[in-house]
């Protein structure tokens, strides 16, 4: 007869595991809840929306200049190609910026953050705090933001506050948020070039950026690798198709 503790071990072990995603995902969904408080949208919508501001200005610009063109590329076109490019990193780079929060601001002190701006009575307080610079919000803005009938957050609140703000402001910096957004941006300004390129007229953007201050702007040829990589192979291998690969100068 097997030992019943070796029998059991396999069955064991899934219901291990089981539990473990599932506390995780409780954890994520935690954290999700939080940073959408604090940065008043999504994650998912933080990062998509980074990615369009940066293409919108090139389109506007491209069209401003040809008024009397028929439009070849619209803002729906941006939207759907960063959407497009933006599903196979959308995951990973979430989990990034949960890790990244989470070495700051551990479960217990999420929560307690999330407990006052359930309060009816510290959410205005929070929220028009919030809504200042951070350069702003000193002693005397706390104070003016605690009108009857909110009340004023006290200083341990305060400072529970500020530095999930922080934790926050270095995860949406990561380089491989710079990454994300990098390579959601450079894929879409090819696919912008093709379109609007005529014979004998070739467009290309050599664009550099970044999000924050968290490392230097980087290039196309930087990014578009750091995309692939949190992409993964099979995501980009689908997405190849709609992908623009330059040709050498030599070719």
């Given at each position: 007869m097997k030992p019943i503790g070796i029998a059991l071990a396999p069955a064991l072990m899934l219901a291990m595991t089981g539990?473990?995603?599932?506390?995780?995902?409780?954890?994520?969904?935690?954290?999700?809840?939080?940073?959408?408080?604090?940065?008043?949208?999504?994650?998912?919508?933080?990062?998509?929306d980074v990615a369009l501001s940066y293409v919108d200005g090139f389109v506007e610009d491209h069209n401003a200049n040809r008024p009397d063109e028929e439009p070849q590329w619209t803002s729906t076109d941006t939207r759907k190609s960063i959407d497009l490019f933006h599903e196979p990193v959308d995951g990973p780079i979430r989990k990034r910026i949960y890790a990244s929060f989470a070495e700051t601001m551990p479960v217990d002190d999420a929560k307690a953050l999330l407990s006052l701006f359930a309060d009816p009575k510290t959410a205005p307080t929070l929220d028009c705090?919030?809504?200042?610079?951070?350069?702003?919000?000193?002693?005397?803005?706390?104070?003016?933001?605690?009108?009857?009938?909110?009340?004023?957050l006290d200083a341990e609140e305060q400072a529970l506050t500020e530095r999930a703000v922080d934790a926050l402001t270095r995860a949406i910096t990561l380089p491989a948020v710079n990454g994300a957004v990098g390579g959601m941006v450079c894929h879409t300004l090819d696919r912008f070039a093709d379109r609007i390129s005529k014979e004998g007229f070739t467009y290309s953007f050599g664009v550099t950026l970044r999000i924050g201050k968290a490392e230097p702007a980087r290039a196309c040829d930087v990014l578009k690798p750091r995309w692939s990589a949190l992409a993964g192979l099979d995501a980009q291998l689908a997405l190849e198709p709609e992908m623009i690969f330059k040709k050498d100068d030599d070719d």
């Amino acid at each position: 007869m097997k030992p019943i503790g070796i029998a059991l071990a396999p069955a064991l072990m899934l219901a291990m595991t089981g539990c473990a995603n599932a506390q995780e995902a409780d954890t994520d969904a935690l954290y999700e809840e939080l940073l959408a408080k604090i940065n008043q949208k999504s994650t998912h919508d933080f990062v998509r929306d980074v990615a369009l501001s940066y293409v919108d200005g090139f389109v506007e610009d491209h069209n401003a200049n040809r008024p009397d063109e028929e439009p070849q590329w619209t803002s729906t076109d941006t939207r759907k190609s960063i959407d497009l490019f933006h599903e196979p990193v959308d995951g990973p780079i979430r989990k990034r910026i949960y890790a990244s929060f989470a070495e700051t601001m551990p479960v217990d002190d999420a929560k307690a953050l999330l407990s006052l701006f359930a309060d009816p009575k510290t959410a205005p307080t929070l929220d028009c705090a919030l809504a200042l610079k951070p350069d702003e919000r000193d002693a005397a803005a706390w104070k003016s933001c605690a009108k009857s009938p909110a009340r004023a957050l006290d200083a341990e609140e305060q400072a529970l506050t500020e530095r999930a703000v922080d934790a926050l402001t270095r995860a949406i910096t990561l380089p491989a948020v710079n990454g994300a957004v990098g390579g959601m941006v450079c894929h879409t300004l090819d696919r912008f070039a093709d379109r609007i390129s005529k014979e004998g007229f070739t467009y290309s953007f050599g664009v550099t950026l970044r999000i924050g201050k968290a490392e230097p702007a980087r290039a196309c040829d930087v990014l578009k690798p750091r995309w692939s990589a949190l992409a993964g192979l099979d995501a980009q291998l689908a997405l190849e198709p709609e992908m623009i690969f330059k040709k050498d100068d030599d070719d």
